[in-house]
DNA sequence: GTCTATAACCTGATAGAC
DNA sequence: GTCTATCAGGTTATAGAC
């Protein structure tokens, strides 16, 4: 059997639907993005979205669901683990997560530039109480009474996600292509634990 | 004379119109800001923002070319005073961007929403080449030459953007109030200097 | 300069044939 | 299940009266 070019050639028309959508809200939003740009992407008709997913808002829905669970279902496991020390948990954090964005690196910004243009969409959908609760913000708090444990946390994840965020702006700039983008990033997965590890001692 | 209740009531229209764009579209962006929702916070007739402005798109470059101003003019001059040493150019810029964006929080979202959202419309028009070659970059470069001086720039930015950026989702999480976010803002500004000059001496 | 009215087009969604 | 055709409503932009 002949090579197929499109990957989702095999795939049900819903799967295909779906797979467009991911694409197609990805890259341009939720308002920007129209019914019609899906249905192209996915090789089906516009009238088929309908049949399947009743409007665009559920689809979006669906995808987005599928979204902030891979963004942040990755961290609360790793910041929950009772058996990890704090490098430890820095440490499987920035690999992991490094790892997650590289796979998928528009993912942070697509997450927070629609909960900022519909934050009601989002209230109390944000599955962060596990990440602001964790055992991790504990363990910090017992090294760090004197500091409050929410900068670390956020500085974990900053020096992780931050640059993934800043990508299409160095991007448009022509000052950091491809290649040299993900040479820092796999050199990121050793420097933060070692930058973290040092704020914890600093007085 | 009685006090108005907007403060935009004696401007131009001109003007009124430009407040109002800044307001709508940084609320909701390019793509979900209707010309209408414009107008009716100008407190004028569509007509006339078309009359002003010619179209939705020349308004939009307006206010985004002030607002790539804003985000972009205060870091330059800081990191390229060549008579003020590392640890000085960094609290410089720690204490003066985290004022800059607690008075425009939403300022670092909307730019790098919209430039994901279409990144074309920016290339070459982001004035970042004067940051990504100042003397900040040089005294990095000296001081350790083993690490990409690119890193420390990221985290200096990060460090102070990244939770400007997370914001939406902590407030819509529930889990940081406003006056708990401007507090731990307001610590930042001296704890961002003393981890940055740690990571630059961690080994 | 400012308004009302409307043109010209676009978008999400559905009806109905196959 | 899948398509074509089309509806209903919304959107940008302009024409023309005042």
Same mark, same amino acid.
């Given at each position: 059997?002949?090579?197929?070019?499109?990957?989702?050639? #095999? &795939?049900?028309?819903?799967?295909?639907?779906?797979?467009?959508?991911?694409?197609?809200?990805?890259?341009?939003?939720?308002?920007?993005?129209?019914?019609? #740009?899906?249905?192209?992407?996915?090789?089906?008709?516009?009238?088929?979205?309908?049949?399947?997913?009743?409007?665009?808002?559920?689809?979006?829905?669906?995808?987005? &669901?599928?979204?902030?669970?891979?963004?942040?279902?990755?961290?609360?496991?790793?910041?929950? #683990?009772?058996?990890?020390?704090? #490098?430890?948990?820095?440490?499987?954090?920035?690999?992991?997560?490094?790892?997650?964005?590289?796979?998928?690196?528009?993912?942070? &910004?697509?997450?927070?530039?629609?909960?900022?243009?519909?934050?009601?969409?989002?209230?109390?959908?944000?599955?962060?109480?596990?990440?602001?609760?964790?055992?991790?913000?504990?363990?910090?708090?017992?090294?760090?009474?004197?500091?409050?444990?929410?900068?670390?946390?956020?500085?974990?994840?900053?020096?992780?996600?931050?640059?993934?965020?800043?990508?299409?702006?160095?991007?448009?700039?022509?000052?950091?292509?491809?290649?040299?983008?993900?040479?820092?990033?796999?050199?990121?997965?050793? &420097?933060?634990?070692?930058?973290?590890?040092?704020?914890?001692?600093?007085?």
């Amino acid at each position: 059997m002949a090579k197929k070019k499109l990957e989702e050639v #095999d &795939l049900s028309t819903e799967e295909k639907i779906k797979d467009a959508a991911r694409r197609v809200f990805m890259k341009k939003g939720y308002a920007a993005t129209r019914t019609r #740009d899906i249905a192209e992407a996915a090789g089906i008709n516009l009238a088929l979205l309908n049949y399947y997913f009743r409007s665009k808002e559920k689809l979006f829905e669906l995808i987005m &669901l599928e979204k902030l669970a891979k963004f942040f279902g990755a961290i609360a496991p790793i910041l929950n #683990d009772t058996n990890a020390t704090l #490098d430890q948990k820095i440490s499987a954090f920035s690999n992991n997560y490094i790892d997650l964005l590289t796979a998928n690196p528009e993912l942070p &910004l697509f997450i927070l530039s629609e909960v900022r243009a519909n934050p009601e969409r989002f209230v109390n959908k944000l599955p962060v109480a596990k990440v602001a609760e964790s055992h991790f913000i504990q363990q910090l708090q017992e090294k760090r009474p004197d500091v409050h444990p929410l900068h670390f946390l956020m500085n974990v994840l900053g020096l992780s996600v931050f640059p993934f965020v800043m990508k299409p702006v160095f991007h448009a700039s022509g000052i950091l292509n491809e290649r040299a983008f993900a040479a820092r990033m796999e050199e990121r997965k050793a &420097l933060i634990p070692k930058w973290i590890m040092g704020m914890l001692k600093t007085k």
